[in-house]
Every structure is written in C-alpha cells, then in structure tokens.
C-alpha cells in the first residue's frame, strides 16, 4: 500500500514554503493552495494532529488552525 506522503504535492517543493513565520498567516496562503489541491490532504492533517504538530503547515491547515481543530472535536466529543 502506498504511504500519503508517496502522493504528497509537497514532495519535492521547499520546505520553506510549508514552514512560513507562524505569527504570519499570510505567509501561509501558498502552502494552504497547494494543500487544497493535494490527495493526501486528509490523512496528512491526521498525521499532524494525532501528533500535535507545532510548526508548518499540514493538510492545508497552520498551527492555530489545527489548535481549532483540536478544540472543536473536543467539545463536540
Ligand atoms: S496536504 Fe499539504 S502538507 Fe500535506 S502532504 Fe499534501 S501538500 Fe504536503
């Protein structure tokens, strides 16, 4: 079975481009519009919220958006 990250559209792109200044949100739009357009874009914002990912951009979603994530599933858990 092929792992999500063999079908990442971020393969390959600078990594700079997924980790922009956190306190810039619009730093992060490049990376989100990829993301938007990524097959693993789903089971990549798992992998990093199972994780708590603290830096970059995954499955189209920052760091404070994840933290939203997070929270949302908690309250409605
Ligand atoms: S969703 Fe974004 S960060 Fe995740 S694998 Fe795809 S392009 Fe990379």
Avoid at 43 to 63: F, P, S
Wanted: aromatic share 6%; net charge positive; charged share 40%.
């Amino acid at each position: 079975m092929r792992h999500w990250r063999d079908v990442a559209l971020c393969r390959g792109l600078d990594p700079e481009i997924f980790f922009p200044d956190p306190d810039d949100e619009e730093a992060a739009s490049d990376a989100i519009e990829i993301c938007g357009e990524c097959p693993a874009r789903e089971l990549c914002l798992e992998w990093a919220i199972a994780r708590r990912e603290k830096n970059g951009v995954w499955g189209g979603a920052t760091v404070r958006e994840r933290r939203r994530i997070i929270r949302r599933r908690r309250r409605s858990a």
